[in-house]
């Protein structure tokens, strides 16, 4: 396995590979835990080559000490990789590498789909994203990009993004692993106290009983449970509960026929900012 911190190094490895090889990357922040190496695991099944990078990108974060005290663990992170398999390839760059002397986003149209929930939650959160997988893409040239369902909105932006930029990559979704008592499992994760990862997993729960009462409730009805049944929590801090269609990740207020539906949760834990969604029908 071997880790790369320069662009000039990864793409001199990348460009003697043969003209027949196919790319899969995984772009991670990093503290990797089975989530995702889920993706690594089917990027590997699906590409002949796999690359990884493990890179907190500081124009996502709208908050310097969510950003300073993001979880870094590179030693960890290779240690799992190479247990997954002895053929990935790690690209671990500097900020100045990836962009530069500015250190900053450009401005995308990603329509309404920005602004609904994590975008109306986090400023410019979305163009970080843009900006930093628009330079890891146009680094690495990968045929196949995996995203987690885990951040059910970015998967959507990161579709429009490669059609705006026009990139020539396709973007494959995965599904959420959970911890065994159903806790999405995150690198933020890590920095819960014992009390607050008990606690935690409220919010899962929260939307596995919205999926079981979809059918008979209202949307309304399943928005003041969760509410309410947050508001008892003094563990937990709801910044939104919100039932959505998935095609546009618009706010739904009535269910209508023929719609597919997902529940989304974003939660402080303290100072810990955790995110969840389950699809309802
Ligand atoms: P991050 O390091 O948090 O930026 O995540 C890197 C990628 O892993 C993103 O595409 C995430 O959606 C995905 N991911 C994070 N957590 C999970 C999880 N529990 N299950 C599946 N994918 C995940």
């Known amino acids: 396995m071997k880790i790369y911190h320069t662009t000039k190094r990864l793409q001199e490895i990348l460009h003697v590979t043969p003209i027949e090889t196919s790319i899969g990357f995984i ?23 796999v690359v990884v990078s493990i890179f907190v990108n500081p ?19 290779s240690k799992l990789l190479s247990q997954t398999s002895q053929d990935i390839i790690i690209f671990a760059p500097t900020p100045a590498e990836v962009y530069g002397t500015a250190i900053k986003s450009k ?17 410019g959160h979305f163009d970080g994203v843009g900006t ?3 330079h890891l893409f146009r680094i690495i040239e990968p045929d196949r990009a995996y995203f ?26 995965c599904p959420i692993l959970r911890e065994t008592d159903g806790l999405a499992m995150s690198s933020r994760n890590k920095r819960l106290t014992v009390e607050q990862r008990e606690n935690a997993v409220f919010i899962s729960e929260i939307l596995k009983i919205t999926q079981q009462q979809f059918q008979e409730k209202t949307i309304e009805e399943l928005t003041q449970f969760a509410e309410n049944t947050f508001a008892e929590n003094k563990h937990l801090d709801l910044e939104y509960f919100e039932i959505a269609n998935i095609k546009n990740l618009k706010t739904a207020k009535k269910k209508k026929e023929g719609k597919k539906y997902r529940a989304f949760i974003a939660a402080f834990a303290g100072e810990v900012r955790l995110i969840d969604n389950l699809a309802l029908n």
């Not at 951040?151 to 705006?164: G, R």
């Open 27 to 49: 772009p991670t922040m990093g503290a990797l835990h089975e989530g995702h190496i889920s993706l690594v695991e089917r990027a590997l099944k699906e590409n002949t080559v």
């Open 59 to 77: 124009t996502q974060f709208d908050n310097e000490g969510d950003l300073s005290k993001y979880p870094r663990t590179l030693e960890e992170d």
């Open 107 to 123: 401005k995308y149209d990603f329509g309404k789909l920005a602004n609904e929930m994590e975008g109306k939650h986090r400023k």
């Open 132 to 134: 930093v997988l628009n």
């Open 148 to 173: 987690g369902e885990k951040d059910f909105q970015q998967l959507q932006i990161v579709k429009k993004l490669v059609v705006l930029e026009n990139l020539p990559v396709t973007i494959v979704g």
